[in-house]
């Protein structure tokens, strides 16, 4: 069952972070937005209709992989990988995606649009269009669609229009400017699709709990596989949608340790990363893109660029829950540099016969540091949110001849 | 004599172009851009020849209501190192050099908490500015300026849109003071070469619930869309035309300006 938290409260606030900061012209249609999701989830024809697409089309419930090898090698905690690579177009954003669509849909909007930063959630929303038939337009920064070729192709043989973003670090920040000034522009026609939990509310709730499916099949699977619960889910965490997707399910079971993964990029102690919660030198909170969260940005409040090999976890802010369950102290946030991340990415290729996301492969690194530090008893869930075939290109750049 | 400040230097703004019966004309100008120098410059030349008040823009690096015109400009004020405290330098100094038109503070959100609201609020009033505007601080989260500005007796504008229904109408003309920014189409800002059809409607809606003086901006380019304001709204902006125009140099803007001025009372 979608839903069910307390948080947000009425204002779009978890603790101090959320909220809606826009301008005027969007305030409607965020208002029109939360009102029409509410009386879809009040409709069990529409989660009779998302249930079914998830099961028929996606490829729901994914599965849960025990990763033997992995385990056996590191030493210590068994590690589970929840396999969102499995789902249809090789990663997690599709739930939200089609989720959103379906949305859209009720709303008469027949007009999508979206930002993506690694494609991922460029190309769910195109899929997503394409099984619906809405029209799609995808912002990319340009930086990004030459690190993500095949992303791009795949949108436009889907019939998405992919627009090149030039401006300011020509990544996903950029994209979400350039795509909010287009929802400013065609608010009234144009439905937002936004892919990760954060800008303005309603947003950071509409796309958890659209993600949260993760966490309730992992749940149900783990405790199937294990009979037990596990003593850690961890997960990979750019704006944060796959990490908050599986945590959500676990937020009341308190023996469980919640654990986001940021990307560390050249190290925490240079400049050249997107870890969010790690030197408060350069990240506090503060406004972008519509909510109140944690943003990388100079003393000056003016946003940083950020770097990491990923470009999904490229980003300054993090989503407003993570920021609150980071200050709640129910989750703990680390980060692994684009180096660790790719010696996990060969690691898993290796072991496990999984070739994961560039994204993911943070979340294996924390893995890597972490499970042997565990006893064999202990449970170590591991979201793998997406698979790395579209990362080839950028992996061949830098180990090339290494391998 | 000292100039009257803050929400009072608005009032008397508004008294004086409606005593002309004309509308105020509100150019709009970033801070640092082509140079600090200059934009200094562009400002006194378009208060030389007679506009009424100013829209002073802080620079952010993601400015998202903005069209490619203003970012163009805030981005390279922001490569020539421009900050929140250059901007208010730059107020100080203007009003030094005798400047006494309104002025009021533009900016996003972010770059005005990291300075911090009340502090903002504080240095914006000593340095000489009349009020702010923040496009991203709906009523609902602009408590961090409201307190602040209402003891300073600073304006705190907020916008209205078309999107604007009833309900929101009413909750920003309750909390408005000094002037409601009503941005006349959805979409960003930027010259467009005709204003909306509807406006008339539009601004229809907004007087229903409010005697707070209104002013357009989004769009307005020419003399003959500053004609259009007589008698429609208290005031306008222009912002994009005057930025481009800098571009070709101060003489530019000093003629822009002096058009759209002249076009009102000439109509």
Redesign the interface.
Same mark, same amino acid.
């Given at each position: 069952m979608i839903g069910g938290s307390n948080l947000p409260n009425a204002q779009g606030y978890y603790g101090e972070f959320g909220g809606r900061f826009v301008p005027e012209t969007i305030i409607p249609a965020l208002d029109e937005l939360l009102h029409a999701y509410e009386e879809a989830m009040a409709d069990p024809a529409f989660h009779a209709e998302l249930a079914h697409l998830q099961q028929t089309y996606v490829g729901r419930p994914t599965p849960l992989t025990y990763a033997k090898r992995l385990s056996d090698h590191l030493g210590g905690a068994r590690i589970y990988l929840k396999r969102e690579d499995l789902a249809h177009t090789g990663a997690h954003k599709i739930n939200n995606a089609l989720g959103q669509a379906l949305l859209a849909k009720r709303m008469g909007k027949r007009r999508v649009i979206a930002e993506t930063g690694a494609g991922q959630h460029g190309v769910a929303s195109a899929t997503a269009s394409a099984l619906l038939g809405l029209e799609c337009h995808v912002y990319m920064g340009s930086v990004d669609m030459a690190r993500q070729r095949p992303n791009v192709f795949r949108m436009k043989l889907m019939g998405a229009e992919v627009l090149a973003v030039d401006s300011g670090s020509k990544t996903l920040k950029d994209a979400i400017n350039e795509a909010m000034r287009d929802w400013v522009t065609n608010v009234r026609t144009t439905f937002y699709l936004l892919g990760s939990a954060l800008g303005p509310h309603p947003y950071p709730m509409i796309v958890r709990d659209f993600q949260s499916v993760i966490g309730v099949e992992a749940r149900r699977q783990i405790l199937e596989a294990t009979g037990q619960l596990p003593d850690v889910c961890l997960a990979c965490v750019g704006g944060g949608s796959n990490a908050i997707g599986l945590f959500h399910a676990f937020r009341d079971d308190e023996s469980v340790e919640l654990i986001g993964v940021e990307a560390g990029g050249l190290g925490t102690h240079t400049d050249k990363h997107a870890a969010r919660f790690a030197n408060m030198d350069i990240s506090r909170p503060g406004i972008l893109h519509g909510t109140r969260s944690f943003i990388m940005q100079d003393e000056d409040g003016q946003i940083r660029e950020t770097h990491s090999i990923s470009a999904g976890l490229d980003y300054p802010s993090i989503g407003p829950e993570h920021a609150y369950l980071r200050a709640s102290e129910r989750a703990y946030y680390t980060s692994a540099t684009d180096e660790e991340a790719l010696a996990a990415f060969r690691t898993l290729s290796e072991l496990e016969g999984i070739i994961p996301a560039l994204e993911s492969a943070h979340a294996i690194a924390e893995v890597i540091k972490r499970a042997p530090t565990m006893s064999k008893d202990s449970i170590l869930l591991v979201n793998l949110s997406g698979r790395g075939d579209k990362d080839l290109d950028t992996v061949i750049r830098v180990l090339g001849d290494k391998l | 004599m000292s100039r009257v400040s803050g929400l009072a230097a608005l009032e008397a703004m508004f008294e004086r172009s409606k005593a002309e019966g004309r509308a105020a004309f509100l150019p709009y100008f970033p801070i640092g851009y082509p140079d600090y120098e200059t934009s200094l410059a562009v400002i006194q030349a378009m208060a030389e020849v007679g506009v009424d008040g100013f829209e002073i823009g802080v620079p @952010?690096?993601? !400015?998202?209501?903005d069209?490619p015109m203003i970012?163009m400009a805030t981005?390279k004020a922001?490569e020539n190192g421009t900050?929140?405290?250059k901007c208010l330098q730059a107020v100080r100094e203007l009003r030094r050099c005798g400047l006494d038109q309104p002025m009021l503070m533009m900016s996003?959100?972010? !770059?005005?908490?990291?300075?911090g609201a009340e502090r903002f609020v504080a240095d914006a009033q000593a340095a000489g500015a009349d009020g702010v505007i923040v496009?991203?601080? !709906?009523p609902?989260?602009a408590h961090y300026f409201a307190r602040a500005c209402q003891q300073a007796q600073m304006c705190q504008v @907020?916008?209205?849109?078309?999107?604007?229904?009833e309900q929101?109408i009413r909750l /920003?003309a309750e909390r408005a003071t000094g002037f409601i920014y009503v /941005?006349s189409l959805?979409? /960003?800002t930027g010259a467009r070469a005709e204003l909306p059809a509807d406006l008339t409607d539009f601004i229809g809606r907004i007087r229903q619930h409010t005697q707070t003086p209104l002013v357009l901006g989004f769009g307005i380019s020419q003399p003959h869309h500053a004609r259009q304001m007589n008698g429609l709204v208290e005031g306008f902006i222009v912002g994009s035309a005057v930025v481009r125009a800098a571009g070709q140099g101060v003489d530019a803007v000093r003629d822009l300006a002096h058009s759209l001025r002249t076009a009102l009372v000439n109509s």
């Open positions: - | @952010f690096s993601d !400015p998202l209501a069209g970012q981005q922001l900050t929140v405290r996003y959100a972010n !770059p005005l908490l990291a300075y496009p991203d601080l !709906p609902e989260e @907020f916008m209205l849109a078309p999107t604007s229904d929101r /920003v /941005v959805t979409g /960003v």
